[in-house]
């Protein structure tokens, strides 16, 4: 009896270990992977490329390329196994001339988006911190 009491303690702190060791599921996974992260791009960038305030932006722009780009990044950023291939925040935004308002609307437009696809709250203020440092690098006027 006491070997069965014993053999049954040790299953049950080894299935404790293995529970109390499993990692958090990523931001990529919460978020809802590629297909969230790709909606998202999709939807943030038509909006903001017909907007009057930051359609300037994107003239000249080939809106598929740009899409997959920023899926890919956001991908990356939120742990991913994606690869971005694109330049720097700094170097793709240098001529730009992109103001604090156009890039706020572009937060904003995200925030909505994030919001309309049922991204939880969490994952949505953790991606914004992610890309907030980004500012520096994207605000050029």
């Given at each position: 009896m006491r070997?069965?009491?014993?053999?049954?303690l040790i299953l049950m702190c080894v299935g404790c270990a293995n529970v109390q060791q499993s990692p958090e599921a990523s931001l990529y996974q919460r978020i809802g992977g590629k297909p969230m992260l790709t909606r998202l791009s999709n939807q943030t960038l038509d909006i903001v490329s017909k907007d009057p305030r930051t359609s300037h932006s994107f003239e000249?722009?080939?809106?598929?390329?740009?899409?997959?780009s920023l899926a890919d990044f956001l991908c990356v950023k939120t742990g991913g196994d994606c690869i971005y291939e694109g330049e720097t925040m700094k170097n793709a935004h240098k001529e730009s001339q992109i103001s604090m308002a156009e890039y706020e609307i572009m937060v904003d437009v995200l925030r909505q988006r994030m919001d309309q696809n049922g991204v939880g709250t969490s994952e949505k203020n953790q991606l914004l911190k992610i890309l907030a440092p980004m500012k520096r690098d994207v605000v050029t006027r």
């Open positions: 070997h069965f009491l014993v053999t049954g000249g722009v080939k809106m598929s390329t740009l899409k997959q």
